[in-house]
């Protein structure tokens, strides 16, 4: 029987009761946020769901539900993986290896239900709220983006691979990873991807990906 992979994402908007009170604040906000929307969240639900004071949650974030939202997002990419691919020796040795890496832990990092959900509420509060799209795509996407493009560019300096536009064929294969895996999950009522069926689209996108290069 396949089994759905555990996302990250499922750990951070659950970190338990010894959580200290940012931690705790964080993850109530984002439970929040994914339960009643961007523009269904009042700050004094969020305080009620981490059990503090409307006054403390000010205090820590005076400029309101924005900036609380872009903090949620900046913890999500702290705990995202495989960020040191652009330097990993493994990884520069052997460019397959490292877009399988690159493209596996994505995939799963976005993966469980909490993280479906997230991707879900801001695709849909996007479309009312462009700054929320933007402001994730500032905190998450550019960066990500940012440490694939570095890796091409590392592999084409060294001549393991012919890059032309190290930021492009980043762009491309993300975007083709994206609608393959991420889309996919969440869609309304979709079921998570277990962590085999990752893997084979994954390795099926790195491999149309590197003939692409060669050619």
């Not at 690159?102 to 990092?109: H, M, R, Y």
Request: aromatic share 8%.
């Amino acid at each position: 029987m396949n089994v759905a992979t555990s996302s990250p994402v499922d750990d951070l908007l659950n970190p338990g009761e010894s959580a200290s009170r940012p931690i705790r604040i964080l993850a109530a906000a984002g439970r929040m946020f994914i339960e009643h929307g961007y523009e269904g969240t009042s700050m004094e639900e969020i305080a009620k769901a981490a059990a503090v004071t409307r006054q403390t949650l000010y205090n820590r974030f005076p400029e309101g539900k924005e900036s609380l939202f872009v903090a949620v997002a900046e913890r999500m990419w702290k705990a995202f993986p495989v960020m040191n691919v652009a330097t990993d020796e493994r990884a520069l040795v052997d460019p397959r290896s490292g877009l399988m890496q690159i493209g596996t832990e994505f995939a799963c990092f976005w993966s469980g239900p909490a993280a479906a959900d997230f991707l879900r509420m801001v695709i849909m509060e996007g479309r009312r709220f462009p700054v929320l799209a933007d402001r994730f795509d500032e905190v998450i996407q550019a960066p990500a983006m940012s440490v694939i493009s570095d890796y091409l560019a590392e592999l084409a300096r060294r001549g393991v691979l012919v890059v032309q536009e190290p930021a492009t064929a980043a762009r491309d294969f993300m975007e083709t990873l994206d609608g393959r895996v991420l889309w996919k999950q969440v869609r309304a009522n979709s079921e998570p991807l277990a962590r085999e069926e990752i893997e084979y689209i994954v390795e099926r996108t790195v491999d149309a990906f590197l003939r692409s290069l060669r050619h």
